[in-house]
């Protein structure tokens, strides 16, 4: 029983477009959800975050909109740049459950120069 | 800021051998998480640490999997005897709190990349 779902294995872009990754939750208990990053050969990196209170949190390029209603969350990137190719995790967690996050199966970004 | 450091990086071993990997959190950070990521999917959880307590196990599979963490800082992870579908990058992380607290972070490491035989 999947809880995060990503349901495209890969995204190509070109330089300087938007890049929109979706993720879908199951589970109403979870009120925080993460995006990570992930290159080969490393560990995830955490990307940005946002709270079931909010429905767009904005890091530079990064922003993340939740529809609680849908379930549903969103990372764009704007603009794309080559160096953001990587594996996109999509995470939730309840609060206050001691941090346990369920990860998605990832999202494989290709921006092409 | 060292990162969470893990050795080794790779490992090859056949199955019903034994194997042991070792995380270093970073400084400071009171919660120590285990993940096993297979190919294909996304990190899952097998055990969190709250300094040297375990806080939650119940993805670890216990008859064959233990794990430890002494004096509340480095963890072992073992597996024994190792099974063919036990194949993953078994990923070390850790936070500064680990209580969903919100703005809150993982640390991961690189991993150990386990392949069975």
């Known amino acids: 029983d999947q809880q995060v779902k990503q349901n495209s294995p890969s995204l190509s872009v070109q330089e300087g477009r938007i890049s929109i990754l979706n993720c879908d939750y199951t589970?109403?208990?979870?009120?925080?959800f993460l995006w990570y990053k992930k290159y080969p050969a490393e560990g995830p990196t955490f990307l940005i975050s946002?709270?079931?209170?909010?429905d767009k949190n904005e890091d530079g390029r990064f922003t993340v909109f939740l529809n609680k209603s849908a379930k549903h969350l969103s990372l764009h990137i704007v603009p794309s740049q080559p160096g953001d190719s990587a594996v996109y995790f999509c995470a939730a967690t309840p609060v206050g459950s001691n941090y346990k996050l369920t990860f998605g199966k990832g999202t494989l970004l290709t921006v092409n120069p | 800021e060292a990162g969470v450091a893990q050795s080794p990086r790779y490992k090859i071993i056949e199955k019903r051998q034994s194997v042991a990997f070792w995380c270093n959190p970073i400084?400071?950070?009171?919660?120590l998480y285990w993940y096993q990521q297979i190919l294909g999917q996304g990190p899952k959880l097998l055990i969190q640490?709250?300094?040297?307590?375990?806080?939650?196990d119940s993805q670890l599979p216990k008859d064959r999997f233990s794990a430890e963490r002494l004096k509340g800082v480095d963890s072992t992870l073992k597996i024994q005897p190792a099974k063919l579908e036990d194949s993953a990058v078994y990923l070390c992380?850790?936070?500064?709190?680990?209580?969903?607290?919100?703005?809150?972070?993982?640390?991961f490491g690189s991993g150990t990349q386990l392949s069975v035989l």
């Open positions: 946002i709270s079931s209170i909010k």
């Open positions: 992380a850790s936070s500064s709190q680990g209580t969903g607290g919100g703005n809150e972070k993982l640390f």
């Open positions: 400084s400071g950070h009171a919660t």
């Open positions: 589970n109403s208990m979870f009120d925080y």
């Open positions: 640490f709250q300094n040297n307590g375990v806080v939650d």
